[in-house]
């Protein structure tokens, strides 16, 4: 294996719609922002790999527009997944696995604000005997809570504390979206969305990009003082239908973990991909973090949630917290797909 | 085009519809599924580990393996395994009056199908309870041949 490291990560700030700028002009100040952090000349940087998808941009092959923000002269290697930035960066590193590039550029954007994300989410879903009745994203997270509260897993309280505290972490972040300061006792008077689920349980509505570039040891050591150090990266899928799954639980969570080597060693913090509060407690349970590891100091997606780069965000907000120098060991994930279909596990050293 | 807004700070906006028309074959197993369910009946599949999978697929999820040509048929009545209220119904949602989306464990299977329930009220609702189909008037071999789920006793 060869040793592979984030050397820079950039991001848009996050917000709740962005009325001007289109994908490509959302993109070309980060894509900058980390080609310049980066150290690399661009026509120097082996491989480009981007995630996004048609459904929130409204028209298909609309990634072959946003390679604009890259430039595409001189020519490029490049590459697209109809998946989170996560899984953008995931194809980068087995690209330098296999030797054929140094290092690559992972970008992925997504303005939700264009439609109705919550059915939007609903293509997701199996096309024969789940999508004609229109589950939405919220309803399915509510099916799935329901289950971890009948379970005993956790309760509503718990949920709420989830929220709150991933919103209080989020006053340190200037990028986020949704932040503050709030009172248990008051959101859980707040009455149901789809029940179990209130308002505070599900993730806002997000425009926002982000960008990153890897290298393998030798460049990296070259053009970076703190390189963050990529050492174990996997990812998972459960089944397509809701209803053979053990919603309490995230077996490819635990076996991307596993994979990664999540385990032995201490973990200082995580940044889990959690859009509905209750599946932060679901993915803390699958990789078996202790109570003193501290989870999403960024706020996670309950503070923003642009879709297909919020995977993305927490393994580059993870490295900015080892580079940083909060922290020495991070996990991040990465999640997919209704009620933490398929999942990926990174874990990061600096 | 009469939505459009003039060019300002939030910029042009205008109503884009979007739609990826395709037609797709169902194959042997969902596509006896759904023929079954055209005529009133709902089965599941065996797996070669003898679990009973509803909705039926080609392969066991397990394991990968591929399932049996062992067709059982199931239910009507189920169980609820779990369920979502939904006040406020969405244009995509199947009912226009309050519903729960829910898993419900057909009587002789080993997964949940997911469906609505038509309860007319979240206080009816329950993990557990037990519930029948309540057929649409035509039948055509889709899954909204089954209108959604009522408790039983209530028919």
Known sequence: ?????????????????????????????????????????????????????????????????????????????????????????????????????????????????????????????????????????????????????????????????????????????PEAQLAGEFDVEALLAAPYRVSPLRDHDCPPVTDGAAAMVIAAADVARDVSDKPVWIRGIDHRLDSHQLGSRDLTKSPSTRLAGERAGVSPGKIDIAELHAPFSHQEIILKNALGLDDDVRINPSGGALAANPIMSAGLARIGEASRQISGGAASRAVAHATSGPCLQQNLVCVLEG | MEDTKSPGDDGLSAPHVLEYAYKRSLGPVLGRFFTSLRDGRIEGVRTRSGRVLVPPSEYDPE????????????????????????????????????????????????????????????????????????????????????????????A
């Not at chain 1, 998946?83 to 296999?98: F, N, P, S, V």
């Not at chain 1, 509260?149 to 709150?164: I, T």
């Not at chain 2, 729960?100 to 002789?108: P, T, V």
Request: with cysteine; glycine share 8%.
């Open chain 1, 1 to 173: 294996m060869r040793d592979v490291a984030v050397i820079a990560y950039a991001q848009t700030p996050y917000v709740r719609t962005e009325r001007v700028r289109n994908e490509v002009e959302m993109l070309m100040p980060i894509i900058d922002e980390v080609v310049k952090k980066a150290g690399i000349p661009r026509q120097e940087i082996g491989f480009t790999c981007s995630g996004s998808t048609d459904y929130l941009a409204g028209q298909s092959f609309s990634f072959v527009m946003a390679v604009d923000a890259v430039g595409a002269w001189p020519p490029i290697m490049e590459s697209h997944v109809e998946m989170d930035g996560a899984w953008a960066l995931y194809e980068a590193w087995i690209k330098i696995q296999c030797g054929e590039v140094d290092s690559a550029l992972i970008f992925s954007f997504g303005r939700s604000s264009m439609g109705e994300t919550a059915e939007t989410m609903t293509l997701q879903t199996d096309p024969y005997t789940m999508a004609p009745l229109g589950p939405d994203a919220i309803s399915m997270a509510a099916l799935q809570a329901r289950c971890g509260l009948d379970a005993g897993l956790f309760s509503e309280r718990d949920m709420a504390e989830v929220a709150a505290r991933n919103r209080r972490n989020a006053l340190t972040n």
């Open chain 2, 63 to 154: 394991n990968g393996e591929a399932t049996t040509e062992d067709f059982v048929e199931v239910g009507p009545a189920g169980t609820v395994k779990s369920w979502a209220w939904v006040g406020a119904p969405r244009e995509s949602h199947p009912l226009d009056h309050p519903f729960a989306f829910a898993l419900i464990e057909l009587d002789g299977a080993d997964t949940a199908l997911m469906h609505v329930v038509d309860s007319g009220d979240e206080a009816a609702m329950a993990t557990g309870m037990r519930v029948i189909p309540r057929w649409a008037d035509e039948t055509v071999g889709r899954i909204q041949d089954i209108a959604a789920f009522i408790p039983e006793g209530r």
